[in-house]
């Protein structure tokens, strides 16, 4: 019995000591449940104003290049509208212009190859006329020494 009254006592001294521990433990333990809570809290806090920001930014970037956008699309239609402008003012100086002036050129050609044909004739007929005249010549010759053999 003795050992039962022992063990008694110091299961109470136990307790006794064991007691206060378990007090602070219980406290600790409300306080790491109120740190937990404000540090979820804060956590959250810092969490929604993040999300705030960076639909914020999201917002901005898309204005952004829809600003960007515009001004790329404004501009090819610029630069479209001047490439045809100035493909049609070439065009038009081709029609207008090159072609009139090759075909001026043209028919001045063909107006020197006819000249040149009939140049080519005359010369022709005066390479006769000196061949008849040379011909001639000596004909005169040879009748003006049969006339002074005569005489």
């Known amino acids: ?78 630069v479209e509208t001047q490439l045809k402008n100035e493909i049609n003012g070439i065009k038009m100086h081709l029609e207008n212009v090159t072609d009139k002036n090759i075909q001026t050129i043209a028919e001045g050609h063909l107006d020197l190859n006819r000249k040149l044909d009939e140049a080519l004739k005359v010369e022709q007929e005066k390479e006769m006329l000196v061949i008849r005249v040379r011909v001639l010549e000596e004909d005169v010759q040879k009748i003006k020494e049969k006339l002074g053999e005569s005489a």
């Not at 378990?22 to 969490?47: A, P, S």
């Open 1 to 78: 019995m003795e050992e039962k009254k022992l063990l008694h006592a110091i299961s109470e001294l136990m307790d006794d000591k064991l007691k206060p521990i378990e007090e602070r433990m219980d406290r600790l333990e409300e306080k790491i449940t109120g740190v937990e809570e404000r540090l979820e809290e804060r956590i959250t806090g810092v969490e929604e104003r993040l999300e705030k920001r960076i639909t914020g930014v999201e917002t901005q970037l898309e204005e952004r290049i829809a600003g960007v956008e515009e001004r790329l699309e404004e501009r090819i239609t610029g």
